[in-house]
């Protein structure tokens, strides 16, 4: 009896002397396993169950690289990361989006993984989704992310009413034209219902991202100094939005301090027959809608083009990583094309993956996926994602000017003044 | 060499007499005694805030291996110029001010109730105590189920009682805010203030009471002569903890709008907070909280002093 415990301890000294030995051997490749925290801000219950089944996946493939899976969300993730960074002790892989990578890389929170994404990765992202994880860090220009899932912003609309209003139902070959919407709305505007519904709690992404289907950029760069411009074509949307609320009345002004779900219950209940929505707010309707209620998916509108400015969610290394390799082999791994499809079901989104767009699900014609999925070719760059301090100008500036205008309390003269006088102070903070 | 020794006698032999010591030689004793007491003291709050005060005299930004420098008082300078600061301030005065006088009205209301000989008296005392278990952000969360646009039990009554024709989005409508938030204000810090007007209240001599009852006066007239007069040291210690209390509030308000709509409940320290934890000026946030710290402490010291003359007088 004391002999055989005498010998377990021989045994455990002897492989403890082995791993420390490992250890010092360098290299991953024997001895003791990596563990990388992995903070995810998946939150849709489709979503969670996929990461959380990815991660699993992967640790029990990989036994010497192991990942933490940390639940974080979107509400309060900047102050968790800055406190982390700070701290020195974040996740090693981030989820986050671009509006937020723009900040971290420039602050040198963030690895420049430039060259450490794999050419097959590189090759099945579009150059325009790598665009938006593009950006100006400590050590010059690089990729600070990868990007996976994109949003755009598309109608959704009672299917019943658009049938009986007579209306062509677009498609993403041949969209509605702004002055063609704006037409229908006052079709659809009948008795006490609404053409639509403008939830614009918060704005400035909606109105910044859509005003580029007039070319509308917001922002100007000359001799590394960016300031806030607000010209004709900026105010294309700005206007007919307000036209839509206070001149020809197609829109229901109880829903401006709206979230963006918010209205929903109102379209369920034929007040209004179309919303504004990002694409994933599909999900909720297939949840939600009462039986019986038929909606589909209108593609984005046309100004002069389609184009709209986008964002995307993305997976980055800290810069304070011990792992920043075997970091990006999850990545690589965790977002190829197979997964990027069923993080994009889950999520409701669009993925960047080329491979993932070809998944039968994402190119059916069963939820307005085909719709979405096409809207993909719209989404360029998103121009305020390279303006430095443009968090600070959305909340300080933008959004109580926005929501001043949208109340009718100032006119388009007054917002733009205050837009460009305001933002230009803020912006000039943080001018190098 | 005499000289010298006579010349740095006087001091040392002179020490008892300027600091007159009754117990005797306790000096390092009391010290000793009291160290325990002052090592937490001066470990969380006096060092952090000579680290905030040190931090408001550099240009501290957030990143990684950034690079301190230091800049004199120009960050309060910029708080100086910083109109959205003083904006968010004025706010914060009538948050301050406005949670701090309804409170005060409400808790004493209470506290006399609760100074009656009711039936289930102690039930009563123990849960108007409720609030004051609850962390601020819980607080926070359960008001704004309360507030709710659609599933809020506070639409739903008024409509019920026909006061309402339409859902009000009580936290995010520009006018409705900030009384909103007061209301959760005076409701979180009622307990408190109740307890301790309570305890001012039942030191109130019932001699008193009696020898104005004998002479006649009304019911009114015995709070306004009696009671009040003799809870004036207690109404102004709790007044003034609570005007304090209030303007540094944080957590709750933050739970509740984040400081929305459009910054009509941004208080002065969700506006600091954000400089340095949203957009990464440490040290400006610093400078910020240094000011707040000054102003409160005027304005405080000013109340005081009048409330001080007053009583002397």
Known sequence: MRRGLRSAFAVAAATVIGLTAGCSGGGNDSGKPVTLKFLSLAWQKDSLAANKRLVAEWNKANPKIQVQYVQGSWDNVNDQLVTSFEGGDPPDVIHDDSSALAGFAGQGYLTDLTKLIPTELKNDIPDAAWGTATFDGKGGQGIYGVPFLQESQVLLANKKMLDEAKVRIPTVDAPWTWDEFQQITKKLTVGKRYGIAWPLKSPVNKVLNLSLNFGGTFFQTSGGKTTVKVGPQEREVLQRIHDQLYKDKTADPSTLGMGTTDPLPGFYAGKYAMVPAGIYLRQQLVEQAPSGFQWVTIPPLKGQTTQQGAVSQTLSVAADSKHPEESMKFISWFLNGQHQADLAKGDWLIPTSKTAAQDPTLTSDKYGWNVATASAKSLVLAPYLKVNGFDEFKSKVATPALQSYFANKISLDELAKKLTDDGDKVLSRYAK | ?313
Do not use: C
């Open chain 2, 1 to 313: 060499m005499t000289a010298t020794q006579t010349a740095t006698r006087p001091p040392r032999t002179g020490r008892p007499h300027a600091r007159p010591n009754p117990r005797g030689g306790g000096d390092r004793g009391t010290l000793l005694l009291l160290l325990p007491a002052l090592v937490p003291v001066l470990l969380f709050s006096v060092g952090p805030l000579l680290y905030g005060i040190y931090l408001s005299l550099t240009d501290a930004r957030g990143g990684r291996n950034a690079v301190i420098s230091f800049v004199g008082l120009k960050n309060f300078g910029d708080v100086l110029a910083d109109g959205d600061f003083w904006s968010s301030f004025k706010i914060g005065l009538i948050w301050a001010v406005g949670v701090t006088v309804l409170q005060f009205l409400a808790a004493l209301g209470l506290a006399l109730l609760l100074n009656q000989n009711l039936r289930l008296r102690g039930l009563a005392r123990v849960l108007a105590m409720a609030p004051w278990a609850m962390p601020p952000i819980v607080i926070g969360l359960m008001w704004r189920l309360v507030y709710h646009p659609n599933a809020g039990i506070l639409n739903a009554t008024l409509q019920n009682l026909h006061l309402l024709d339409h859902n009000v989005d009580w936290l995010n409508d520009f006018g409705t805010a900030l009384p909103a938030i007061i209301v959760v204000g005076v409701w979180t810090g009622m307990p408190q203030t109740t307890v301790v007007l309570l305890a001012g209240l039942q030191g109130v001599p019932k001699e008193l009471h009696e020898a104005a009852a004998v002479d006649g006066a009304s019911v009114w007239r015995r709070f306004w002569n009696v009671t009040l007069p003799q809870l004036r040291p207690v109404i102004v210690t709790i007044t003034s903890l609570d005007f304090v209390w209030n303007i540094n509030q944080f957590a709750m308000v933050y739970a509740l709008t984040q400081g929305g709509p459009g910054g009509r409940t941004r208080l002065p320290m969700l506006f600091a907070y954000e400089e340095a934890f949203r957009y990464g000026f440490f040290g400006y946030a610093a400078a910020l909280g240094v000011a707040i710290t000054l102003v409160v402490l005027v304005v405080l010291g000013f109340y005081l002093w009048g409330r001080m003359r007053e009583s002397a007088r």
